[in-house]
T-cell receptor, first 112, second 113 residues
Framework: GDSVTQMEGPVTLSEEAFLTINCTYT??????LFWYVQYPGEGLQLLLK?????DKGSNKGFEATYRKETTSFHLEKGSVQVSDSAVYFC???????????FGQGTRLTINP | DVKVTQSSRYLVKRTGEKVFLECVQD?????MFWYRQDPGLGLRLIYF???????EKGDIPEGYSVSREKKERFSLILESASTNQTSMYLC????????????FGSGTRLTVV
């Protein structure tokens, strides 16, 4: 079945550091891929998405590129801020399906 | 702004109780979902509904049921709560087949004692 694997957390970085959170997936066909963010005490918010191979999703300085050949959708940001501290979830939606399949989440903490 | 509202932020219930978690959306979305969030496991789908009175089991439906009598409301029911159902429950909704993303509620943290 469909699955998403994220890098193990927690991840702790200093402010202005470069961020990468790895995400790989298993799915048939061409799924849509998403990154969601959950700030403390809140629900999930859509951060960015990509719906076909080689698409790049971007938002708030975060980027991720849909790589079909490596079945990956790694999240990157060039210079993180304390306010980026949150839990990040990679997810996919297979063609024809309505449900999202989530990775296990990666907790990110940014220190000033 | 679109909104998904979960009726309770925190709930404490006793083992064996029947528990109702309510979710309301104001966006006229066809699809609604109940997920459970546990540390290290991410979000797992319990049930979803693609129309009024229609429902489908997700990945972990055992011990749960759902009700969707009106388009805007999707209820999750724990028939007889158990301690292993202590978790964060997240409701989400989505319009049609397009990938505009899912809108999530703030979650209900349920503790079963």
């Amino acid at each position: 079945g469909d699955s998403v694997t994220q890098m193990e957390g927690p991840v702790t970085l200093s402010e202005e550091a470069f961020l990468t959170i790895n995400c790989t997936y298993t799915a048939t066909g061409y799924p849509s891929l998403f990154w969601y963010v959950q700030y403390p005490g809140e629900g999930l918010q859509l951060l960015l998405k990509a719906t076909k191979a080689d698409d790049k999703g971007s938002n708030k300085g975060f980027e991720a590129t849909y790589r079909k050949e490596t079945t990956s959708f790694h999240l990157e940001k060039g210079s993180v801020q304390v306010s980026d501290s949150a839990v990040y979830f990679c997810a996919l939606r297979s063609q024809g399906a309505q449900k999202l399949v989530f990775g296990q989440g990666t907790r990110l903490t940014i220190n000033p | 702004d679109v909104k998904v509202t979960q009726s309770s932020r925190y709930l404490v219930k006793r083992t064996g109780e029947k528990v109702f978690l309510e979710c309301v959306q104001d966006m006229d979305h066809e699809n609604m979902f109940w997920y459970r969030q546990d540390p290290g496991l991410g979000l797992r789908l319990i049930y979803f509904s693609y129309d009024v009175k229609m429902k489908e089991k997700g990945d972990i439906p055992e011990g749960y049921s759902v009700s969707r009598e009106k388009k805007e409301r999707f209820s999750l029911i724990l028939e007889s709560a158990s301690t292993n159902q202590t978790s964060m429950y997240l409701c989400a909704s989505k319009v049609g087949v397009r990938d505009y993303g899912y809108t999530f509620g703030s979650g209900t943290r349920l503790t079963v004692v």
